[in-house]
Protein backbone atom coordinates (compact mmCIF):
# COMPACT_ATOMS: atom_id res chain seq x y z
CA UNK A 1 0.00 0.00 0.00
CA UNK A 2 1.10 3.39 -0.99
CA UNK A 3 0.80 6.30 0.59
CA UNK A 4 -1.15 8.71 -1.53
CA UNK A 5 -0.96 12.06 0.91
CA UNK A 6 -0.19 12.73 4.22
CA UNK A 7 -1.26 16.16 5.85
CA UNK A 8 -2.77 17.28 8.99
CA UNK A 9 -5.96 17.11 7.20
CA UNK A 10 -6.14 13.71 5.95
CA UNK A 11 -3.98 10.47 5.10
CA UNK A 12 -4.53 9.08 2.18
CA UNK A 13 -3.69 5.38 1.65
CA UNK A 14 -4.28 3.13 -1.74
CA UNK A 15 -3.27 -0.13 -3.10
CA UNK A 16 -3.51 -0.86 -6.77
CA UNK A 17 -2.87 -4.27 -8.13
CA UNK A 18 -1.52 -3.66 -11.26
CA UNK A 19 1.14 -6.50 -10.93
CA UNK A 20 -1.68 -8.83 -10.13
CA UNK A 21 -4.04 -7.30 -12.81
CA UNK A 22 -1.21 -7.71 -15.39
CA UNK A 23 -0.41 -11.79 -15.11
CA UNK A 24 -4.01 -12.48 -15.13
CA UNK A 25 -3.94 -10.81 -18.44
CA UNK A 26 -1.06 -12.77 -19.42
CA UNK A 27 -2.86 -15.70 -18.42
CA UNK A 28 -5.73 -14.78 -20.51
CA UNK A 29 -3.86 -13.89 -23.47
CA UNK A 30 -2.09 -17.86 -22.96
CA UNK A 31 -5.63 -19.24 -22.83
CA UNK A 32 -6.84 -17.97 -25.49
CA UNK A 33 -3.45 -18.53 -27.51
CA UNK A 34 -3.45 -22.16 -26.40
CA UNK A 35 -7.10 -22.80 -27.60
CA UNK A 36 -6.17 -21.24 -30.95
CA UNK A 37 -2.95 -23.65 -31.47
CA UNK A 38 -5.49 -26.63 -30.40
CA UNK A 39 -7.95 -25.59 -32.54
CA UNK A 40 -5.68 -24.92 -35.54
CA UNK A 41 -4.31 -28.71 -34.49
CA UNK A 42 -7.97 -30.16 -34.84
CA UNK A 43 -7.95 -30.81 -30.92
CA UNK A 44 -12.01 -29.64 -30.91
CA UNK A 45 -12.57 -31.47 -27.37
CA UNK A 46 -9.75 -29.89 -25.71
CA UNK A 47 -9.78 -26.96 -27.34
CA UNK A 48 -13.53 -26.52 -26.11
CA UNK A 49 -12.98 -27.75 -22.67
CA UNK A 50 -9.89 -25.47 -22.18
CA UNK A 51 -12.16 -22.46 -24.05
CA UNK A 52 -14.80 -23.36 -21.40
CA UNK A 53 -12.50 -23.48 -18.39
CA UNK A 54 -11.12 -19.99 -19.24
CA UNK A 55 -14.37 -18.72 -20.55
CA UNK A 56 -16.30 -19.30 -17.01
CA UNK A 57 -12.69 -19.37 -14.46
CA UNK A 58 -10.79 -16.33 -15.95
CA UNK A 59 -13.51 -13.52 -16.09
CA UNK A 60 -14.75 -14.70 -12.75
CA UNK A 61 -11.12 -14.63 -10.73
CA UNK A 62 -10.28 -11.40 -12.69
CA UNK A 63 -13.62 -9.80 -10.98
CA UNK A 64 -13.04 -11.26 -7.44
CA UNK A 65 -9.08 -11.21 -7.10
CA UNK A 66 -7.94 -8.23 -8.47
CA UNK A 67 -9.15 -5.21 -5.96
CA UNK A 68 -7.95 -1.58 -5.73
CA UNK A 69 -8.38 -0.28 -2.33
CA UNK A 70 -7.89 3.04 -0.80
CA UNK A 71 -8.17 4.21 3.02
CA UNK A 72 -8.90 8.09 3.67
CA UNK A 73 -8.04 8.85 7.70
CA UNK A 74 -9.28 12.20 8.58
CA UNK A 75 -10.17 13.84 11.86
CA UNK A 76 -13.69 13.04 11.82
CA UNK A 77 -13.95 9.20 10.04
CA UNK A 78 -11.81 6.46 8.59
CA UNK A 79 -13.13 5.84 4.98
CA UNK A 80 -12.30 1.90 3.49
CA UNK A 81 -13.21 1.50 0.01
CA UNK A 82 -12.38 -1.57 -1.88
CA UNK A 83 -13.34 -1.56 -5.53
CA UNK A 84 -13.51 -4.47 -7.82
CA UNK A 85 -14.89 -4.68 -12.03
CA UNK A 86 -17.41 -5.54 -10.65
CA UNK A 87 -18.54 -3.31 -7.14
CA UNK A 88 -18.13 -1.37 -4.57
CA UNK A 89 -17.34 -1.79 -1.08
CA UNK A 90 -17.01 1.04 1.24
CA UNK A 91 -16.64 1.26 5.32
CA UNK A 92 -16.73 4.08 7.74
CA UNK A 93 -15.81 4.33 10.58
CA UNK A 94 -15.11 7.47 13.38
CA UNK A 95 -11.80 8.08 14.28
CA UNK A 96 -12.52 8.83 17.70
CA UNK A 97 -13.73 5.20 18.21
CA UNK A 98 -10.35 3.93 16.84
CA UNK A 99 -8.24 2.82 19.75
CA UNK A 100 -5.12 2.38 17.16
CA UNK A 101 -4.24 0.29 14.15
CA UNK A 102 -2.55 -3.17 14.51
CA UNK A 103 -1.98 -6.12 12.23
CA UNK A 104 -3.77 -9.31 12.13
CA UNK A 105 -2.02 -12.62 11.73
CA UNK A 106 -3.00 -15.97 10.09
CA UNK A 107 -1.83 -19.12 9.54
CA UNK A 108 -3.53 -22.23 8.93
CA UNK A 109 -2.76 -25.23 10.63
CA UNK A 110 0.53 -26.82 8.17
CA UNK A 111 1.48 -23.52 6.78
CA UNK A 112 4.93 -22.78 7.21
CA UNK A 113 4.23 -18.99 6.48
CA UNK A 114 2.70 -16.46 8.45
CA UNK A 115 0.34 -13.69 6.64
CA UNK A 116 -0.34 -10.45 8.34
CA UNK A 117 -3.60 -7.68 7.12
CA UNK A 118 -3.65 -4.40 8.65
CA UNK A 119 -6.90 -3.61 10.82
CA UNK A 120 -8.31 -0.63 12.96
CA UNK A 121 -8.80 -1.91 16.77
CA UNK A 122 -12.19 -0.49 18.36
CA UNK A 123 -14.43 -1.05 20.89
CA UNK A 124 -16.75 -3.00 18.40
CA UNK A 125 -14.14 -4.89 17.34
CA UNK A 126 -11.54 -5.10 14.05
CA UNK A 127 -11.78 -3.79 11.14
CA UNK A 128 -10.05 -5.04 8.39
CA UNK A 129 -7.94 -2.29 6.11
CA UNK A 130 -8.44 -5.17 3.14
CA UNK A 131 -9.40 -8.32 2.20
CA UNK A 132 -6.65 -10.33 1.74
CA UNK A 133 -3.58 -11.13 4.01
CA UNK A 134 0.03 -10.85 2.89
CA UNK A 135 3.36 -12.17 4.09
CA UNK A 136 6.23 -9.60 4.59
CA UNK A 137 6.00 -6.18 6.85
CA UNK A 138 3.78 -4.23 4.35
CA UNK A 139 0.91 -4.74 7.27
CA UNK A 140 3.27 -3.54 9.98
CA UNK A 141 3.69 -0.54 7.62
CA UNK A 142 0.79 0.38 7.18
CA UNK A 143 -0.37 0.08 10.90
CA UNK A 144 2.77 1.97 12.07
CA UNK A 145 1.68 5.08 9.27
CA UNK A 146 -1.74 5.17 10.64
CA UNK A 147 -1.02 5.07 14.19
CA UNK A 148 1.58 7.87 13.68
CA UNK A 149 -0.85 10.13 12.04
CA UNK A 150 -3.53 9.29 14.34
CA UNK A 151 -1.31 9.98 17.12
CA UNK A 152 -0.12 13.48 15.94
CA UNK A 153 -3.98 14.62 15.29
CA UNK A 154 -4.70 13.35 18.99
CA UNK A 155 -2.23 15.08 20.26
CA UNK A 156 0.11 12.49 21.66
Known amino acids: MKVIENTAEQLVLSQTP ?3 GILMSIVSLGAIGT ?3 LL ?3 QWLLGAFIAGVSVLVLPIAVLLVVQR ?3 VVTPENVSIQSQN ?3 VFKTDVATQTIKR ?3 ERFRQEGDVITTFRPVLVTPDGDVPLRKG ?3 G ?3 QDIADIINTWLDAHRGG
Open 18 to 20: WVL
Open 35 to 37: VLV
Open 40 to 42: YHR
Open 69 to 71: TQI
Open 85 to 87: LAR
Open 101 to 103: ASV
Open 133 to 135: FQN
Open 137 to 139: NGA
